[in-house]
């Protein structure tokens, strides 16, 4: 034979073992063609799917921004109206001859019925339930695909007049969707309609994988023992085989046709695993396993999953303070830092890849391990859990309900437990899931909000009993059948009113704000773990002048008003911005300030919460981010921007933190040390003055143990030293940790009216902006008109110190830069 016959042969033989005939479920993705309409109108629009009807007559611009002025006021008949969604597709030949095919949809809001070729397939009633419909019977060559949705309120009225008394908290608690979307106390009411996510039709022969569930046998650093437990669409009616590789190695396991079986188990090893952890403690290793389903020397399907090997679990034991909190991550008792996260945009489709990964870079990038995906939201995208086990960020996921009490009936809590195992079924592979919590706040609502009132003792304890059947009950059975995480009743443990609150679970802390306790109250009452507590501040002014449509940072506009929902918020910013600060003139300023006021009393909150360890083992401050360009607890505005509180965080949340507690007569340090490992280092401390003087120091080696907050020092406060504590600092540097400690409150601060010297230099990433003062100057805050991101802010400028801030961008220049600091505002 001729050589380069050969040669073809042998690749020929060589691409056929490596790439076997794949003849895979056939998946058709319906997302085009899309339009839609009024039930009473007969001209129709283009849609986009998936999508929702308020972002599409905007793109249409039969509607303007919701999020502009007050527009959202005058948007609301758009809730209150029928829509029709329609399209057409072709199906081809091959489709057709398939034995089964399926229409998916991955998430329809609400009350649809969907119509194929005008018959009806569904009738749903569930935003967080994925339907697959078996469509073999009525599909044809060319379809149409008809969905109408029918406005939420109507359905609710229907369920509404069913009892004979009234659950809190409105008709949203009759409806499975979205809760924020009825209106919240950051949130506008956007109740949208419509396609939400994917449709897809999906066609295959005999069999498909329809779950994996990677389960943990037993994990050690010798060896990962995992059940891969694989469940087939059907009992196979040929012989098939089951073939998973993990780390190199392939295991298989043979089925039978005669099997009336359609779940099986391969037991899997990994030898020396690399185990995966939270950013801030090691490495979040991923292994991807390929699963494949062969018939013959055909692969008949293929799915991949990564696989996390880590031991996870909540220690909530009694213990002689009463009932402990934390997570348990590889042996190690991890001390949690993080925030409350919520929906990242009104119009869910609006949020792109880049904003998932630049709000979860924001979330590392901030030395946060841990996100609590708060139960008004929504149970994210795939791409959030990706995110978060690839970056090492823990996740608290809540089911969606949230500050009210749901109806007890078969049908709610049929769909409800439908609802858990959809949702389960999807999440339960992702390493970074640490836990499944109930709810938020329906517990403490139902005991310390007044919602008992009016109510017969039959009824409370039917209300009672209905809460307990879904959240003691239905949800934790569904947790444990589904998956290997741990359940949590409901966000807090205990709510304000019961003093348990401190000794056992979660607590919420909301004293501070809505009660108007000044922000040491943290330090006071120290929780097991603090799952929410925060704080108000107004957004950037990029936000501000877009919701006003002008160049103007105006605050008392009838547009910023509608955009604060807390009906004390305004009240309760200026009340704390007294107490520390100052109240400025003007609104530029009244802006900065606010930010500077929620950075300082979350911080006085985070540093409480990580001395105290390891009797408080988690801090979680409400809230992360803003779905819309409100004024809210967020520490990241709408448009990305930082907010003084996420520098901050940043600081706050460093594995070693250098912390301060004052008493009448002393200032104690504290070493609050995260890292598994032990630390040795010298202790520097200086008392200095706002010139720069040193007016004492000392220093000496300090051991602090691995995981512990330790009591190093303290600084008396002696006369002697000084008398005008509003003019020095106490800086205290350990290894390359830093802290500031200030005697007074801010508005108390001696501060000077001196230059700050600024030079920018243009470097590989942007602009390198270095800053210099003869004097201290106080949450220095840089702006300019390009976009990008300061790498610090708001931070203070020490006396004679050169701060170097780099500006990224990739603007051709650095804009219009200029900053404000307290000094400034104090002497205007
Ligand atoms: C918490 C949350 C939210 C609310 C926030 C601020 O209780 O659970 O319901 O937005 O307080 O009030």
Same mark, same amino acid.
């Given at each position: ?13 060589? &691409? ?73 597709? @072709? ?17 329809? +809001? ?44 109507? *359905? ?11 659950? %809190? ?18 949130? %506008? ?21 329809? @779950? ?46 005669? $099997? ?20 801030? &403690?090691?490495? %979040? ?16 399907? $293929? ?85 978060? +086990? ?63 009132? !009016? ?25 444990? /059948? ?35 306790? %000044? ?120 448009? !990305?921007?930082?907010?003084?509180? @996420?520098?901050?965080? /940043? ?76 003019? =020095?600092? &106490? ?13 007074? *409150? ?5 501060? *000077?009216?001196?230059?700050?010297? &600024? ?29 990008? @991101? ?12 050169? *701060? ?20 400034? =505002?104090?002497?205007?």
């Amino acid at each position: 034979m001729h050589k380069l016959h050969i040669i073809i042969i042998s690749i020929l033989t060589f &691409l056929t073992a490596c790439h076997p005939k794949k003849e895979l479920p056939i998946i058709t993705t319906l997302d085009s063609n899309w339009s839609f309409r009024t039930i009473n109108s007969k001209t129709s629009h283009p849609a986009t799917v998936p999508g929702n009807i308020y972002s599409d007559l905007i793109d249409n611009t039969i509607i303007e921004d919701p999020f502009i002025g007050d527009n959202e006021f005058k948007l609301q008949w758009v809730s209150d109206s029928t829509w029709i969604y329609q399209t057409r597709f @072709h199906v081809s030949s091959k489709i057709l001859n398939k034995e089964n095919i399926d229409l998916n949809f991955e998430g329809l +809001d609400t009350y649809a019925q969907v119509y194929l070729n005008d018959s009806l397939i569904l009738s749903s009633n569930n935003a967080f339930r994925n339907y697959k419909v078996p469509v073999k019977d009525f599909i044809l060559f060319n379809n149409s695909l008809s969905i109408k949705f029918t406005p939420t309120h109507i *359905k609710e009225e229907i369920e509404k007049n069913k009892l004979e008394y009234t659950l %809190p908290e409105g008709g949203r608690i009759f409806t499975r969707k979205a809760q924020f979307q009825y209106g919240w106390d950051w949130g %506008p009411s956007l109740n949208t309609m419509g396609i939400w996510k994917g449709v897809s039709l999906n066609a295959w022969d005999d069999v498909k994988i329809e @779950h994996v569930f990677l389960k943990k046998k037993s994990y050690t650093a010798e060896q990962a023992k995992i059940t891969a437990k694989i469940t087939l669409s059907d009992p196979p009616k040929e012989p098939v085989l089951i073939v998973l590789s993990i780390a190199g190695k392939e295991f298989s396991l043979p089925i039978q046709a005669e $099997n009336e079986k359609k779940e099986f188990d391969v037991p899997l090893t990994i030898d020396n695993p690399k185990f995966w952890w939270p950013h801030n &403690l090691g490495e %979040p290793y991923l292994y991807e396993v390929d699963i494949k389903l062969i018939k013959g020397a055909v692969v008949t399907d $293929n799915v991949k999953v990564n696989h996390g090997v880590r031991n996870v679990s909540l220690i909530s034991d009694d213990d002689q303070y009463g009932q402990s909190f934390y997570f348990m991550v590889n042996g190690i008792p991890v001390y949690v830092k993080g925030a409350n996260y919520i929906p990242q945009h009104s119009l869910q489709n609006r949020v792109t890849n880049d904003h998932y990964e630049n709000l979860l870079q924001d979330v590392v990038d901030a030395n946060m391990n841990m996100l609590r995906v708060w139960g008004g939201g929504i149970y994210e995208n795939n791409i959030f859990y990706d995110l978060c +086990d690839k970056k090492g960020i823990l996740v608290w996921q809540d089911f969606m309900y949230a500050c009210a009490m749901y109806p007890g009936d078969e049908p709610f809590l049929k769909n409800a437990e439908k609802e858990a195992e959809d949702q389960l079924l999807r999440l339960r592979n992702h390493p970074s899931i640490v836990l499944f919590c109930g709810n938020n706040e329906n517990s403490e609502g139902w005991h310390h909000w007044g919602w008992q009132k !009016g109510k017969t003792k039959t009824q409370k304890d039917k209300i009672w009993a209905d809460y307990l059947k879904l959240f003691d009950s239905i949800l934790p059975n569904q947790v444990m /059948k589904y998956t290997d995480v741990d359940y949590w009743e409901s966000s807090p443990k205990f709510g304000r009113g019961n003093p348990k609150y401190q000794s056992e679970g979660d607590a919420h802390d909301w004293w501070v704000w809505h009660d108007g306790y %000044p922000f040491e109250h943290f330090e006071d009452f120290v929780p097991r773990f603090m799952s929410e507590f925060g704080f108000q501040s107004f957004p950037s002014a990029d936000v501000m002048k877009f919701v006003n449509q002008s160049d103007d940072i105006q605050i008392d506009t009838k547009a910023i008003r509608s955009h604060q929902k807390h009906h004390r918020g305004f009240e309760l910013m200026d009340l704390y911005m007294e107490r520390d600060y100052l109240i400025p003139e003007n609104d530029e300023d009244y802006v900065f300030l606010s930010q500077l006021v929620q950075a300082r009393g979350m911080r006085i909150g985070i540093e409480a919460h990580r001395r105290a360890k390891p009797y408080n083992m988690g801090t979680l401050y409400w809230q992360l981010n803003d779905c819309w360009p409100g004024i809210s607890w967020s520490s990241i505005d709408h448009f !990305g921007n930082w907010k003084a509180l @996420h520098y901050e965080a /940043k600081d706050a949340f460093k594995n070693v933190l250098i912390s301060f507690e004052r008493h009448s007569d002393r200032v104690d340090v504290y070493i609050v040390n995260d890292l598994i490992t032990s630390l040795d280092e010298s202790l520097e401390m200086q008392l200095i003055d706002f010139d720069g003087n040193i007016l004492w120091n000392a220093s000496k080696q300090i051991k602090v143990p691995g995981s512990s907050s330790n009591l190093v020092n303290s600084f008396s406060i002696d006369s002697g030293l000084t008398s005008k504590w509003n003019q =020095v600092l &106490l800086q205290v540097n350990f290894g390359n940790s830093k802290s500031t400690y200030f005697f007074v *409150k801010p508005k108390e601060l001696a501060l *000077k009216n001196n230059e700050i010297e &600024l030079d920018v230099e243009k470097v590989n990433k942007g602009y390198l902006i270095s800053m210099s003062s003869i004097s201290l100057q106080k949450g220095v805050m840089l702006s300019t008109t390009a976009k990008g @991101h300061f790498s610090d802010n708001y931070f203070d400028l020490h006396p004679n110190e050169i *701060k170097q801030v780099l500006f990224k961008t990739e603007a051709s220049s650095v804009g219009k830069l200029s900053f404000n600091c307290l000094n400034k =505002v104090f002497y205007k």
